[in-house]
């Protein structure tokens, strides 16, 4: 559980890759009243992310982290994360895995958003894969980090129905209209809200 402090919103960093488009819905619920978390630092690995773009129109701050050694990247991570005094990081679309240390630093404080029904499907390619295996459901899940991948605790999941239709593409079109309830919906579980 993490704990709150009253009426104060606790400071949260998001890390992105790509698109961003769960960092938009997380940054949408963080400014609601109700919302216990407020945005204060976007992380990217990629300087190309499309996602950098909320933090302009948010006018949240963002650093690009090169991540040619990831040992520097991931102190350089840490020395932003300290400096803005952050105390929950949401992994939103983050395409690096981070190391037992960073995670060991961050107890408890990770949360990532995963396009399958974990545990099936952990790592890449998850909308070919249930596909492939003629599966009925897919979904999304969003859980604690720990050191494996894709393995922590389940904190909230939603099941999508695979139409007989439905492509890769399609299927992740559909999954991530649900990460964008999920998300928030499981921040607010954590927070008992
Ligand atoms: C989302 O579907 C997220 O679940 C997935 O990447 C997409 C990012 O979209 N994450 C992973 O696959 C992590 N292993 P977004 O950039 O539009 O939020």
């Known amino acids: 559980m993490v704990q709150s402090t009253g009426p104060k919103k606790i400071k949260c960093s998001v890390f992105i890759s790509g698109t961003g488009s769960n960092l938009k819905s997380l940054i949408q619920f963080s400014k609601k009243k109700n919302s216990p978390i407020s945005i204060k630092l976007i992380i990217s690995d990629n300087a190309k992310a499309k996602g950098l773009k909320f933090g302009k129109i948010f006018k949240i701050p963002n650093k690009v982290i090169n991540y040619k050694n990831k040992s520097i990247a991931e102190k350089k991570i840490i020395y932003e994360l300290k400096n803005k005094d952050i105390r929950i990081i949401c992994l939103a679309g983050f395409m690096k895995i981070l190391s037992k240390s960073f995670i060991k630093n961050f107890k408890g404080k990770i ?83």
């Open 111 to 193: 949360l990532n958003i995963h396009p399958s029904l974990l545990p099936k499907y952990k790592g890449l390619n998850t909308h070919q894969r249930a596909i492939s295996n003629n599966e009925k459901y897919s979904g999304c899940t969003v859980h604690f980090v720990n050191s494996r991948l894709d393995s922590g605790k389940i904190i909230l999941q939603k099941e999508v129905k695979i139409g007989k239709f439905d492509t890769p593409k399609s299927l992740a079109k559909k999954i991530l209209l649900q990460e964008h309830k999920l998300y928030p919906k499981a921040i607010k579980k954590l927070f008992n809200l």
